[in-house]
């Protein structure tokens, strides 16, 4: 599932195509995972203001629409795309220069068009977040520390993936509640969590399964995860350790992690 990481490389690259580009029109193939489809029609012929995400969601930016895409488990938005992508598209964007996919191999996933900004009910997205503002969020919730870190209505951005590495690299037990870190642990946990997404930026994302970029191209920094999906620790050689936390695997060395 796309994270923080993904959702910037996707937006990123698009941002660059069709910024500013006027969106000539809409295709849509299959309507039952968009909401408000109606509202589309009033975004024909209108510039593209800005690309970009919010935490995990990729949204285009109109005069006075939003269009907000939840790419979940096997969604994708590609640019100009390759034939083998066409099949499972949901909706085809044709811009004056560009063509852009959303498409999906499940039906998880959701495009929300919202006439007003749609990002209130959710934490901030963790890029504008400094330490002080991470530690105050979190201190204030009674939760072990990986399903805190998973809110999206406490922090946008972190998922699974990206909550168990940073806290494998700051060394904190998943299940530890949140009342029982330190200030110090809180510090090391928000520069991990820093470190490991712009890297993962950089990398262009992790791919585990289905994740492709803009341009149809897979992340690169699964091959960087120091315990995801490991069956032994890179530091102590024991049995990675698993247990599920939300109905998601969670990977974690219960020697190295306190």
């Not at 599932?1 to 029109?25: C, R």
């Not at 009033?42 to 939840?70: D, T």
């Not at 330190?182 to 289905?210: C, M, P, W």
Request: hydrophobic share 35%.
């Amino acid at each position: 599932m796309p994270e923080l990481p993904e959702a910037t490389t996707i937006s990123s690259q698009l941002s660059k195509f069709i910024t500013n580009s006027k969106l000539i029109e809409i295709i849509i193939k299959k309507d039952s995972i968009i909401k408000n489809k109606e509202l589309l029609k009033n975004i024909i012929n209108q510039k593209c203001e800005e690309v970009n995400n919010y935490g995990k969601m990729v949204y285009f930016k109109f005069q006075n629409h939003w269009i907000v895409f939840h790419l979940a488990l096997t969604g994708y938005l590609v640019i100009n795309p390759k034939e083998e992508l066409l099949n499972n598209t949901i909706v085809e964007f044709n811009f004056d220069k560009n063509k852009v996919i959303f498409g999906a191999k499940r039906m998880f996933e959701k495009m929300i068009v919202y006439e007003s900004y749609p990002f209130s009910k959710y934490g901030p997205d963790f890029r504008s977040l400094k330490p002080l503002d991470f530690i105050k969020i979190l201190t204030k919730t009674n939760k072990p520390i990986k399903v805190a870190l998973m809110d999206q209505n406490l922090i946008a951005g972190i998922g699974n993936i990206y909550a168990c590495e940073s806290l494998f690299d700051a060394k904190i037990l998943p299940t530890r509640n949140t009342r029982n870190i330190t200030v110090q642990e809180y510090h090391k946990l928000f520069n991990s969590l820093h470190n490991i997404i712009k890297l993962a930026i950089e990398k262009r994302g992790s791919t585990i399964s289905d994740y492709i970029d803009a341009f149809g191209n897979k992340g690169e920094f699964q091959n960087y995860h120091k315990i995801y999906g490991k069956k032994f620790c890179p530091e102590c050689s024991k049995k990675v350790s698993t247990i599920k936390i939300q109905d998601r695997i969670t990977y974690f060395c219960s020697n190295c992690q306190k």
